[in-house]
């Protein structure tokens, strides 16, 4: 377990977070839409799209879960993974990496840092793993937020990608 920033504890994950992780995504939505983007992930709450609950669950008990406490409760996860999901129109890098497959944090505790520690863990990890290469596959609509989040977090772009009409980008952060 893992103190990055204040008051903020990391812990490995598993199913038993599953209800609080599909918390956190079906808030993102709702926040998300109140914003005005509903092209990310949609207008529907993450629990009751089709495959949801499914891909958490699966995320949490075939992957490396780790979930961000603060003050004991879960304010944010992390799924880490060694390549891209299948799914999207991108390969695997052809060396040894961890792949963040899931990073959603507490928008309640927006400005508090849970997105970067769980981006600094996920470097630990990679690290751990005797990985030098972290990447990251994220929405790149809008005004590219989500992209610049990751920037300022010590990634840069590597590709961009459409799935279907979504628009997306990989980015990579190596290791030292």
């Not at 893992?2 to 956190?24: K, S, T, W, Y």
């Not at 299948?86 to 990073?103: S, T, W």
């Amino acid at each position: 377990m893992d103190d990055i920033a204040p008051g903020i504890r990391i812990r490995p994950g598993d199913p038993a977070d599953a209800p609080a992780v599909l918390h956190l995504l079906d808030a993102a939505v709702a926040w998300m839409n109140a914003r005005g983007n509903t092209q990310q992930w949609g207008t529907t709450p993450y629990s009751r799209k089709p495959g949801g609950v499914a891909r958490v669950e699966r995320y949490l008990s075939e992957n490396s879960p780790w979930i961000a406490e603060l003050d004991g409760a879960p304010a944010g996860a992390l799924v880490l993974d060694s390549g891209p999901s299948a799914q999207l129109p991108i390969g695997p890098a052809g060396e040894p990496e961890r792949y963040v497959r899931l990073l959603v944090s507490d928008r309640r505790h927006a400005g508090r840092g849970i997105g970067a520690a769980l981006l600094e863990h996920a470097a630990g990890e990679t690290r751990r793993a005797g990985a030098r290469l972290l990447r990251v596959d994220c929405w790149a609509g809008g005004g590219g937020e989500l992209v610049a989040f990751y920037e300022r977090n010590g990634f840069t772009p590597a590709e961009r990608f459409l799935h279907g009409d979504w628009p997306g980008a990989v980015l990579a952060r190596r290791m030292g």
